[in-house]
């Protein structure tokens, strides 16, 4: 089963990225160019511990349905949400929030595995996990603009 881990660093606190890192609305606005919205469950605001959330989005080119559960809790420091609905056989994103002197590494750290047998094997390692890798750098770096501009003192509001 592969892993992905992606670290990003932000001059913001770890209360202010754990909450964007879990907030449905900026979930969203994240990942605009997937189509990704939320339609059942918890659909806008903070998600939290045992709560779970249906996602809907274009990816790898067609139209997915997954539901992920909040299945561990621990603010600010770290949350889970694993796949409970979908279409891998495993999936589970493991956040992390670690202080560093004035800014906050963000560590996400996601196991996964498709269904499909030995295709599904050298799928997940050929082109999957490189997906999913730039897909959750790429959030990484939304969520460290958007926690920088809310530390700022200059932010507009």
């Not at 979908?86 to 196991?111: C, L, N, W």
Request: net charge negative; glycine share 8%; aromatic share 10%.
């Amino acid at each position: 089963m592969p892993t992905i881990n992606v670290e990003t660093r932000i001059a913001a606190s770890p209360e202010i990225c754990f909450d964007l890192a879990r907030n449905i609305d900026f979930h969203v606005r994240s990942l605009e160019h997937t189509g990704e919205r939320a339609v059942a469950g918890v659909t806008s605001g903070l998600i939290g511990l045992g709560e779970s959330v249906t996602w809907e989005a274009r990816h790898l080119g067609v139209r997915q349905r997954l539901t992920s559960q909040i299945t561990a809790f621990d603010p600010p420091r770290y949350f889970q949400d694993t796949m409970t609905r979908g279409a891998f056989k495993h999936f589970a994103h493991d956040h992390y929030f670690e202080p560093d002197q004035d800014e906050t590494v963000m560590r996400d750290v996601i196991s996964f595995g498709s269904p499909a047998g030995p295709l599904g094997w050298l799928f997940d390692r050929a082109y999957l996990a490189n997906y999913l890798r730039k897909l959750i750098a790429d959030r990484g770096q939304v969520i460290r603009s958007e926690a920088e501009r809310l530390t700022s003192p200059l932010r507009v509001s």
